[in-house]
RNA sequence: GCGUCGGUGGCGGAGUGGUCAAUCGCAUCUGACUGUAAAUCAGACGCCCUAGCGGCUACGCAGGUUCGAAUCCUGCCCGGCGCACCA
């Protein structure tokens, strides 16, 4: 049996923390970046009851990078937190072994203890950024799911109907496109919500796609007799394209990305996108919101792509990429930080391209073709079998590369 | 177990013996436009090179029939649906 220790575990003994009820900011924390509290009354009662709550908040560690879509549970976790509340992270372990049925039909990997552990790590590291894990306890629900017994399963399983399950709106989804959808994915909801049990809390923080499975956990305490927990839910916020932000539409910012990455593709959300930004993803108060929001589109996201790389960065690499950004993009200025290989590495432009890239020699020619590789003076190279000529170039919108002497 | 339908490029989904590297939609990329975008318009969208109406590899896997197959046949694997089984 693999033991699995609780990293950060301040539970017991550690000096107690006054809890804030204070009501402007009980009114914050459950509106502001929110999409559900179910019930609310219950979470109104039990936060202004003045008692350290507990809340916690569950992850797959699929060893996945963290987008800013990521950052708004974890935003909400880190106001539990601020407020004095007692925060429980939990690994699921075990659940990641299971695969989680929200995501399509992903093919479940099973992992080993040692990759759990590393992309615990791996999201500790990207996650720290919005939350501060030594105030939080960490628990594995390994712990309890594996040892459960077959009866105990089915003792648990018998507290929902087939017909619960299906109203789920995936499982009629998948129902009604004749796809498949395996038995063992109508006990993932169980698991992680025997998982509100075991913990014993009061609150449980997700995505709102995580709500059937949040509230199913709601359903076992209750008929297990526990505390009655009550569920708040995050909206998902939409990637720069206007789509669910997914690392499959190629459309997130991610935490980690550099400051002038992040820079760029904040400038490049949808207009309509700069309010919710704002809101949820920012800890402006609700005035300068309101005038950024009267501000010129351009200026309003420039305004809000400082605020976030400052928070993930510094107010310096802010400065730093804004800078960049208008003299590269506004300005049209080949920036001097680019990829760069030797004149006598390659013998031809296009061979340059597909070092410089890391593209294919057909793609490469493509580019000649239709005219995205220009050089310092603005002049297209069309000929992808001319010899190499040292300066910079700037390949389609936003790549660059240079020849060196 | 039986029957039946199906597995095609990042996704959806055409094609049912020969100009099929494969219609089309979405996504992506490029150009124009712009406030960085978006929208719109135009184009591209397997890989290789000596760049040609060239070569190579692709339509679940393995064989086969044919001058020639994504398309026909056989076997296998995987899925949907129906029926049967249900102590």
Redesign the pocket.
């Known amino acids: 049996m693999v033991q699995w220790q609780c990293m950060g575990f301040l539970g017991f003994g550690a000096p107690a923390q006054a809890v804030s009820t204070d009501d402007t900011r009980i009114h914050e924390l459950l509106t502001r970046g929110v999409t559900n509290v179910i019930p609310r009354d219950l979470a109104q009662k039990k936060l202004s009851s003045g008692e350290r709550l507990r809340i916690y908040f569950g992850i797959d560690p699929t060893g996945a990078k963290l987008h800013l879509g990521h950052s708004v549970p974890l935003r909400k976790l880190r106001q539990f937190a601020d407020l004095g509340h007692h925060v429980i992270f939990l690994v699921g372990s075990f659940t990641a072994m299971i695969g989680d049925p929200t995501g399509r039909d992903a093919a479940r990997t099973s992992l080993s203890e040692e990759q759990v552990r590393a992309n615990f790590q791996d999201y500790k590291r990207q996650a720290e950024r919005v939350l501060d894990f030594s105030k939080a306890e960490i628990r594995y629900n390994n712990e309890w799911l594996a040892p459960l017994s077959f009866s105990k399963i089915v003792e648990l399983a018998s507290s929902f109907t087939v017909q619960q399950m299906l109203q789920r709106d995936m499982f009629q989804r998948r129902?009604e496109?004749?796809?498949?959808?395996s038995l063992h994915e109508f006990l993932y909801p169980l698991m992680v919500g025997y998982d509100s049990v075991v913990l014993d809390v009061d609150c449980e923080l997700g995505g709102s796609d995580q709500e059937f499975n949040m509230l199913a956990g709601r359903h076992l305490q209750q008929v297990s007799g526990k505390r009655e927990k009550f569920v708040l839910t995050t909206p998902l916020i939409e990637g720069?394209?206007?789509r669910k932000m997914s690392k499959?539409?190629?459309?997130c910012v991610y935490l980690e990305d550099d400051p002038s990455d992040m820079y760029?593709k904040l400038?490049?959300?949808?207009?309509e996108l700069i309010g919710t930004y704002l809101e949820v993803l920012t800890d402006l108060g609700s005035d300068e919101i309101e005038s950024i929001g009267a501000m010129?589109?351009?200026e309003a996201?420039m305004r809000l792509a400082r605020e976030i790389v400052a928070m993930y960065h510094s107010k310096e690499a802010a400065t730093a990429a804004e800078e960049a950004?208008t003299s590269t993009?506004?300005e049209g200025t080949i920036p001097d930080d680019i990829p760069s290989v030797g004149r006598s590495e390659v013998?031809n432009m296009?061979e340059f391209i597909?070092k410089v890239v890391g593209?294919?020699?057909?793609?490469a020619?493509?580019?000649f073709?239709?005219?995205?590789i220009?050089n310092e003076a603005g002049e297209k190279i069309t000929d992808?079998?001319a010899p190499p000529i040292v300066g910079k170039y700037?390949?389609?919108?936003?790549?660059f590369g240079k020849i060196l002497p």
């Not at 593209?359 to 793609?363: F, L, M, Q, R």
């Not at 700037?394 to 790549?399: A, E, N, P, T, V």
């Open positions: 129902m496109e004749g796809k498949p959808i720069t394209d206007g499959s539409y190629d459309n760029g400038m490049s959300i949808k207009d010129h589109p351009k996201k950004f993009f506004s013998k296009r597909v593209i294919s020699g057909t793609a020619t493509r580019y073709e239709q005219g995205a220009e992808p079998t700037r390949i389609g919108k936003r790549q």
